[in-house]
């Protein structure tokens, strides 16, 4: 089983719209959660982490933490097209931190 | 000082020759990681610093060997590399066990 697991996309979300994004853990033991955005070239920049259950909101951004289900998603609300980037979920796999394949998210203008 | 500063930025190299990557954060954190990425492919792990000790080495070929002289370097020394190494080479560093923050990355071309 894959310690990490996001849609890879690309998904394709409407300028002003709510872009979505989910990632699933198979480690029971996580204890903090972090999205990361890449664009292309550039090196991943953390936009977001969680620790605890429930929402955490930073601007335009929200993440959504349900340990029991082992799940973490990121809301972008009022989608702009410097959103238009891969968005990265890494999960814990014994001490270290693996990466997903990530999402690609396109916001149409 | 809040950042991850790599060196150099681009890098070109035939398969003899012998270079060095530079990483240096000045946070204080503890954790020194190297990462390979290719195009379109997520961060694949190559080595973990903790305390500045080698906790993590994910079997990654001898033609590659880090190093980590103090607490705020980090080095990957390249020999002998092959075509199919090039790809973008980032380093980051944490507190042991939390968020990681990335340098901006070497893009290395081997010819």
């Known amino acids: 089983q894959k310690e990490v697991e996001q849609n890879s996309g690309p998904l394709s979300v409407p300028e002003g719209a709510i872009a979505s994004l989910n990632c699933t853990y198979s480690d029971r033991g996580s204890q903090s959660f972090f999205w990361y955005r890449q664009y292309s070239g550039k090196s991943p920049e953390l936009i977001m982490f969680i620790y605890s259950n429930g929402d955490k909101e930073d601007g335009r951004f929200t993440a959504q933490l349900n340990k029991a289900s082992q799940y973490v998603s990121l809301l972008i609300r009022d989608s702009q097209p410097s959103d238009s980037a891969t968005y990265l979920c890494p999960g814990p796999k014994d001490d270290k931190i693996i990466f997903g394949k990530g999402t690609r998210l396109h916001i149409l203008p | 000082d809040t950042e991850v500063t790599q060196t150099p930025k681009h890098l070109v190299m035939g398969m003899t020759n012998k270079k060095s990557l530079k990483c240096e954060q000045h946070m204080g954190h503890r954790a020194m990681y190297w990462y390979k990425q290719k195009a379109k492919k997520p961060p694949e792990l190559m080595f973990v610093?903790?305390?500045?000790?080698?906790?993590i080495n994910e079997s990654v070929p001898s033609r590659f060997s880090p190093e980590c002289p103090n607490s705020s370097l980090l080095n990957l020394h390249l020999h002998a590399l092959q075509p199919e190494d090039s790809a973008l080479y980032l380093c980051a560093s944490s507190q042991v066990g939390v968020e990681q923050f990335f340098g901006p990355g070497t893009r290395l071309t081997v010819l």
């Open positions: 610093y903790s305390y500045e000790k080698l906790s």
